[in-house]
């Protein structure tokens, strides 16, 4: 079967659950229809059951971003299901925060395979599809900690600054194929997983709080507004640029407490 001719396809891969759900539900809301990718099954069938009631179709298809023959599978059957494919959003990650001296080569490789290798290999074996359409986008989900620095974070960081550098060098390239390559910069944002990996408690949450100006965690579907954007037509004249989407964070990083201190008060926006 292929997909009605005028309907627009994205692949988000991480697509089943938190941001990267979001996304799909946001593309879906704008007349796409999906692929999803994760290793997890569950997370796929999942996802799609709450992705398909917004009007999409949906394609699951279990990949390991981390294995280029899975990679160009995946790419094949969008090709079989669907005959095209308009938007990529490399957004399937892995993160766990831990003091680098203890991090174990085989951690770093897990978190630098899936982030820095799966964001290549994707685009690498979506570029013939992506190029058919002589209009299309990808948007590689970063995070701005990958030019702040963070404590427990250097594989993540290492990783996603590398697709900063990949997002670059590919608006680059592929501009005269009519491929823009943009990326979205999340500050902290919860979701069930970053909940449990990265702010596990109220006392984290309400230091992280502390460090953004606006003063408060951002929404996955704040995230999904930007890639949206990012996709659209009314980013037709931007490649190559790194969005950040985190209340403002990196500019205010280590000036808060400053600002908390001078005379008058704290006067945070209210939570
Ligand atoms: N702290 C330190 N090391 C960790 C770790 C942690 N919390 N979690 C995993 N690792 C290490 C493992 O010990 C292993 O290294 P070792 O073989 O030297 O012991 C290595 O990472 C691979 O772990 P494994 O669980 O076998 O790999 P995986 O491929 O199944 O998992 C991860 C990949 C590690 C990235 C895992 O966190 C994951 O699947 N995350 C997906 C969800 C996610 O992180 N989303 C982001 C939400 S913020």
């Known amino acids: ?3 009605e001719p005028g309907r627009p396809v994205a692949l988000v891969t991480g697509g089943g659950t938190g941001i990267g759900r979001a996304i799909a539900g946001g593309l879906a809301a704008d007349g796409f229809d999906l692929a999803i990718a994760s290793r997890s099954a569950t997370h796929l069938t999942e996802g799609a059951a ?4 917004l009007g999409a179709r949906v394609l699951e298809v279990p990949t390991d971003v981390r294995r280029p023959e899975e990679v160009e599978a995946l790419f094949a059957a969008i090709r079989r299901e669907y005959g095209r494919l308009d938007v990529l959003v490399n957004n399937a990650a892995g993160n766990f925060v831990v ?3 203890q991090l174990s080569p085989n951690g770093w490789r897990a978190v630098v395979g899936i982030v820095l290798d799966g964001t290549f290999f994707c685009s ?3 570029f013939p599809l992506l190029r058919e359409r002589g209009s299309a986008s990808i948007v590689n989900v970063v995070a701005s900690y990958a030019w702040m620095a963070g404590p427990g974070t250097a594989h993540s960081a290492a990783a996603k600054a590398g697709v900063i550098a990949l997002t670059r060098a590919l608006a680059v390239e592929w501009a005269r194929h009519g491929i823009r390559v943009n990326a979205v910069a999340p500050g902290p944002v919860r979701t069930e997983g970053t909940d449990e990996r990265l702010w596990a408690s109220e006392a984290v949450r309400a230091t992280v709080e502390r460090t953004v100006p606006l003063g408060r965690f951002g929404t996955p579907e704040e995230i999904a507004d930007a890639v949206r954007f990012l996709v659209g037509r009314r980013a037709s004249y931007i490649t190559g640029e790194v969005l950040a989407v985190d209340g403002g964070q990196w500019l205010g990083r280590g000036v ?16």
């Open 124 to 126: 690498r074996y979506a």
């Open 50 to 53: 709450r992705l398909r009631p």
């Open 1 to 3: 079967m292929t997909a």
């Open 99 to 101: 003091r680098t001296e």
């Open 256 to 271: 808060m407490p400053l600002l908390d201190g001078l005379a008058g008060g704290s006067d945070r926006p209210p939570r």
